[in-house]
């Protein structure tokens, strides 16, 4: 089956307890993000990759690592979180220049207390 | 810059037809999805526009008019469990980035 898993689903922590959240696609696509989505706000994009080795800053990159050394994995890292880092975050895939459809990963629920 | 808007709320009765609007203004513009989101969940894909015209997928059709920078969603046959926040997003083949709008939250009501 097609899909984009992420891990943990729900996660609390407290402030600057270093977590990293994984994400991982069996699509071979090229192009991962990450976004964080807050209520009013919409999907604000965090970073992205549109390939291996290849990681650009999204909207709100600040306080946020990536890394992109397989095709299929783009872990998202958060070195010090702090309580405005709390959110819902979503990974997704898609294939580099395929605009119509974007796979996204279940959501991870963070609390930083 | 680039953005997308569209309204926060639209409510309607089981059984109605309901447009969301979506305006955009996007360098590049390489198409205009929707997805669907219900509460807590992850956006999934709904509809895909990259020429102008309409295109109608069961219920949902989205339509496509790129000199006026603008799109919908038509939910057609209204059902309680399309109650959920709908976002348009528009390519940008300059940036390589898919940009989303708001979302616009629809409650159908019995």
């Known amino acids: 089956e097609a899909q984009v898993t992420q891990n943990p689903r729900y996660l609390i922590t407290v402030t600057g307890k270093k977590l990293t959240v994984t994400c991982s696609q069996n699509?071979?696509?090229?192009?991962m993000s990450w976004y964080r989505q807050d209520p009013g706000l919409g999907l604000r994009q965090i970073y992205y990759?549109?390939?291996?080795?290849?990681?650009d800053k999204g909207d709100v990159p600040e306080g946020y690592k990536v890394s992109r050394k397989e095709k299929r994995n783009f872990p998202l890292i958060l070195e010090s979180p702090s309580p405005n880092q709390t959110s819902l975050y979503f990974c997704?895939?898609?294939?580099?220049?395929?605009?119509?459809?974007?796979?996204f990963g279940p959501g991870t629920r963070l609390t930083v207390l | 810059g680039q953005s997308l808007e569209q309204p926060s709320e639209v409510t309607a009765v089981e059984g109605a037809i309901v447009q969301i609007n979506c305006t955009y203004q996007?360098?590049?513009?390489?198409?205009l999805s929707w997805y669907q989101q219900h509460d807590g969940g992850a956006p999934t894909f709904l509809s895909y526009?990259?020429?102008?015209g309409l295109e109608e997928t069961g219920r949902f059709s989205s339509f496509l008019s790129r000199s006026d920078s603008y799109g919908y969603l038509l939910l057609q046959e209204l059902q309680m469990k399309d109650s959920a926040s709908y976002f348009c997003?528009?390519?940008?083949?300059?940036?390589?980035?898919?940009?989303f709008g708001q979302g616009t939250t629809l409650q159908v009501k019995p």
């Open positions: 997704a895939s898609r294939r580099q220049g395929a605009y119509n459809e974007q796979f």
């Open positions: 699509m071979n696509h090229e192009y």
């Open positions: 990759s549109m390939n291996v080795e290849v990681t």
């Open positions: 996007t360098s590049g513009f390489y198409g």
């Open positions: 526009n990259a020429l102008d």
């Open positions: 997003a528009a390519g940008s083949s300059n940036t390589g980035k898919l940009i």
